[in-house]
């Protein structure tokens, strides 16, 4: 988060000043990237489709950094969804099945990870593990610090529906990290022993 | 539900992953934006402003075709007082009863309320005499027809009221017109003075206000504005179009 200095940034970036525009595009983006890898791959491409909708709205957008953010999320998630569709498309695959989302789980594949170094990408990773609901939600919840009312506008689901997938969400991935934590923790014996 | 699980410290170190600050990869975008950024500047002005603008455009569109029109019919008016100043045994009286000193007085009058104001109030009166078709005004309300896309509510204009009078109808305007003599050869009229004042005269002024914005305006707009403009407009533009308060 920006903070005090968010008004004055983005009123300098409304009337196109570059490092002005630099400075929220640099706040933003990492969380915006980490989002968007929810879905796997074309997350760059993605990220840059998202920037490219917003400059062209700046001169229009009001309101505060929460605005903001909720703002380039909601159009990140709409670029999203509309690669989404033609991956799925040109894969002609299911996409019916899937809903109307957007995020693409992984299977649970990851038991050499170094808990206490994880990247950023490995942890998106782990997160992926979780249904695509419950995935975005912690994302918008914890990367992207929105509020419950926000996120439930910008997934389309009611308030207490995002509530209940935060929830389920983070205990799910309470659970993998202990099992993680088991997992080296015996590594780490098995290796004392040998 | 339990306790929030975000407390559980089981989940610090995926967190403090997720919220990692960024790393170089994740700011390599910065260049592709800031060149979009620097082409949104050039290519998109703020909508609102844009949108605003071409309310005005069709509010001023609308506006210039009336003052086109007007002002041919004034500039009409304002011809025949003058030759009917210059010659008076050569004009019907029909018209001169109707205020000979007084129009031309009132038409340079409503020529530039209209252009300051554009209110219509100076206009009623210029308009309730009309130009007399089949006098020099005759070229001047044939030009304006050729430029009008509604016909038939512009016909409804005294002047082109007066102009399908002397043509014989409504549907026989255009044929009328195109067998008009060319200017300066009004049949009938004294072929002394008129040929040389009424050229001097209309040419001036409704060349300033009329000839800027018929060319312009009409061939774009008029076909849309039906359409388009009924449900935004109402509320700013009516009082100065008086679409329905000249006839």
């Keep these: 988060m920006i903070g005090e200095e968010f008004e004055r940034l983005l009123a300098r970036a409304r009337t196109g000043d570059e490092s002005a525009f630099a400075v929220l595009w640099r706040d933003l983006n990492p969380a915006l990237l980490r989002y968007l890898s929810l879905a796997g791959e074309s997350a760059d491409e993605v990220a840059s489709e998202t920037w490219l909708t917003v400059v062209k709205g700046l001169a229009d957008f009001r309101g505060d950094e929460t605005a903001w953010r909720a703002w380039v999320f909601t159009t990140a998630r709409r670029r999203a969804v509309d690669a989404g569709r033609q991956r799925t498309r040109s894969a002609r695959a299911q996409w019916r099945d899937r809903s109307s989302s957007w995020v693409t789980p992984v299977e649970p594949d990851c038991a050499d990870l170094v808990i206490e170094s994880l990247s950023s990408a490995e942890a998106i990773q782990i997160v992926r593990r979780l249904p695509a609901l419950q995935a975005e939600v912690v994302l918008l919840r914890v990367v992207v610090g929105l509020s419950v009312t926000e996120v439930a506008e910008l997934v389309g689901r009611s308030p207490g529906a995002v509530r209940v997938a935060a929830h389920r969400g983070l205990q799910s991935l309470a659970k993998i990290m202990s099992e993680q934590g088991v997992t080296r923790s015996d590594s780490r014996a098995l290796r004392e022993v040998t | 539900m339990s306790a929030d699980p975000i ?234 179009t008086h679409p329905t308060g000249r006839p």
């Design chain 2, 7 to 240: 407390d559980d410290p089981a989940l610090t170190p995926l967190l403090r992953a997720l919220t990692a600050p960024a790393d170089e990869r994740e700011l390599h975008g910065l260049d592709g934006a800031i060149r979009s950024f620097r082409a949104a500047q050039v290519t998109s002005p703020p909508h609102s402003s844009r949108r605003a603008s071409m309310i005005f455009t069709l509010a001023g569109a609308k506006l210039g075709a009336t003052l086109a029109a007007l002002a041919v019919g004034v500039g009409g008016v304002a011809t025949v007082a003058y030759v009917t100043a210059s010659a008076p045994a050569a004009t019907p009286d029909a018209h001169s009863s109707a205020a000979a000193s007084p129009t031309s007085v009132g038409a340079d009058d409503a020529a530039h309320a209209q252009g300051a104001t554009g209110t219509p109030s100076g206009t009623a009166t210029a308009t309730a005499v009309g130009p007399v078709a089949s006098g020099a005004a005759a070229h001047g309300l044939c030009t304006a027809w050729s430029h009008v896309a509604d016909k038939g509510k512009a016909a409804q204009a005294p002047a082109f009221v007066n102009l399908a009078a002397a043509a014989g109808g409504a549907d026989k305007v255009d044929a009328w017109c195109a067998a008009l003599p060319p200017v300066g050869d009004s049949a009938g009229k004294p072929a002394d003075h008129p040929t040389g004042k009424p050229t001097s005269v209309p040419t001036g002024k409704p060349t300033t206000v009329p000839t800027g914005k018929p060319a312009t305006v009409p061939p774009t707009v008029p076909s849309q504005k039906p359409t388009t403009t009924p449900t935004g407009k109402p509320a700013t533009v009516p009082p100065t």
